[in-house]
């Protein structure tokens, strides 16, 4: 059974028990605009209450991009206060809408700044062999907040730091980010998505209630670290992107067009 819009398809399969999330704008290195996360935000909140589905397998559509976070076209007016930002991202995560099924993203190409939003609440990470993980915000000016936060709770500290502050200089491979954790398993571009499928299918045939208690206590552990980081990123985000003049665009003041070859 598949349900699909302008930028977002979810398939699911009552067979296994699998849903699959696809970023659909290969066009646009499935970037998210703001249809697209107010779209991410109802498709996890409808997996919540759909017992068909016991594991979702996220990914992008093509093999370019799994996803280069926000749309550098999208404009979201902000409030004119330095203690408020609002950021669209906060809400397309699956656990930033309580859905407390396991969530395993499929990262088949460049995954780079807003797309660790989404990588930052998956419970485990598969990559084909060409992907390719970086944070362009400190090269444009910008200051990586949430992003630096969700990927410190996955990878080594020095290796975040190293991603958060080399920019767009540098991309890590999927064979580092294997090596540092990030990813569990690399696939063959090809055998990407099966063996998530596969894996989501094993995850799905277990009794449910074991599995998602599993992913509760498994995210409890994560729970008092995000809880006082993600606080703060706001106000980070607002003292270090843009001078006072310009804090009412913060999505809009700096160029998005880093290098996506």
């Not at 991009?65 to 930002?85: H, K, M, W």
């Not at 696939?187 to 208690?213: I, N």
């Not at 980081?229 to 310009?246: M, Q, R, V, Y």
Request: aromatic content about 6%.
């Amino acid at each position: 059974m598949t349900a699909a819009s302008a930028g977002l398809r979810v398939e699911r399969d009552q067979d296994t028990g699998v849903a699959v999330v696809t970023l659909d704008r290969p066009a646009r290195h499935n970037a998210i605009d703001l249809p697209m996360a107010a779209e991410l935000a109802s498709a996890w909140r409808q997996l919540r209450y759909d017992d068909t589905v016991r594991a979702v397998v996220l990914t992008g559509a093509g093999d370019r991009a799994f996803c280069t976070g926000i749309d550098r076209g999208a404009e979201v007016p902000q409030p004119s206060s330095p203690y408020s930002l609002d950021d669209p991202l906060l809400t397309v995560g699956p656990k930033a809408n309580d859905l407390w099924k396991p969530v395993l993203a499929a990262v088949n190409g460049m995954a780079c700044g807003g797309a660790f939003y989404l990588l930052g609440e998956a419970e485990f990470v598969l990559a084909a062999e060409h992907a390719t993980f970086f944070d362009p915000h400190t090269t444009y000016g910008m200051v990586s907040a949430y992003e630096t936060i969700h990927m410190a709770q996955r990878m080594p500290f020095g290796e975040v730091a190293r991603m958060a502050l080399m920019g767009a200089a540098e991309r890590m491979s999927a064979q580092r980010a294997y090596e540092v954790g990030l990813v569990s398993e690399l696939c063959p571009g090809d055998g990407l998505l099966p063996a998530a499928l596969r894996a989501a299918a094993t995850v799905a045939s277990f009794p449910t209630e074991a599995v998602q208690g599993t992913v509760r206590a498994l995210w409890s552990t994560k729970a008092a670290a995000r809880a006082g980081a993600l606080p703060l990123a706001p106000h980070l985000i607002t003292l270090g992107n843009a001078p006072p003049a310009h804090q009412t665009t913060l999505f809009t003041t700096r160029p998005h067009t880093y290098d996506l070859r």
